[in-house]
């Protein structure tokens, strides 16, 4: 069944959600521990760390029958390793801090507030979880393993007033809630500073990336991470599985 991750919390969240649900779990997805961080491998030779700036942007959209769930986090961080005159050679990761993620679906206050609660419930990183769990799921990742579609060498990119836009497209893993899951994802990067040694690079998603709440083992639970067997049932309406993510963010160079 497909099932969603906000579009039903908006509805349960109103509810009396323990008298309608039980809370005997049912068989989890096999977990894995995040991959390792690039700060602690070698750069190559000619490339460049940027460290990704803390203040960025991740929003969530479900697009779902019974509305548009919408969400946010303003907390970013991870490192970008790149070689100017060859984009290609890129890796790193991007990590989004899923604790501040806030749902922003409603012109209610009270009702955002109740469904970020129970967003954070479905994630296994709501108050009354083991602080050890919460920890394990608190970020969400992206590791670049290759590049490829680059637009333009980065010195052939015409130049904006000092920047430089160049599209690509960044294969990898997407690390969430214990489960890895190969992706791609288009980016428009644009560069500051001098094309052989940029200072800086503004990086925007431009299509979402897609997350199947069902492949990464999101689901109903309650503030302590017990599986709400029956949820969905219960509350009787099918929303769509695919979140819908897109980034935006800094990184700025350790040179600069």
Known sequence: MRTGWMGVVSVVGLCTLPALV???DDAAATRVAPPTASASQPIAAGATRFAVAEQGKA????????????GRSGKIRGEITLDPDDLMTTRG?????????VTETFDDADKNKTQTGHAHNWMEIGDDVEAKRREENRFARFTIQSIDNVSSKL??????????????TAH?????????????MKL??????????????????????????????IKPRDVAGKFLNGALEKVGKKIDDTVQISLDLMARSSKS
């Open 188 to 217: 428009a990067a644009t560069f500051q500073g001098p094309p052989n040694a940029p200072t800086s690079i503004h990086v925007t998603t431009a299509e979402p990336l897609k997350l199947s709440l069902k492949e990464h083992d």
């Open 59 to 70: 929003t969530f959209l479900i697009d779902a029958p019974l509305e548009k769930i919408k």
């Open 155 to 168: 010195a052939d990119a015409p130049d904006n007033g000092g920047e430089r836009m160049v599209m690509v």
């Open 172 to 184: 990898g893993d997407l690390w969430a809630h214990g489960v890895s899951s190969p992706k791609e």
């Open 22 to 24: 039980g809370c005997k």
């Open 93 to 101: 990761e991007v990590d989004v801090d899923l604790m501040d993620l």
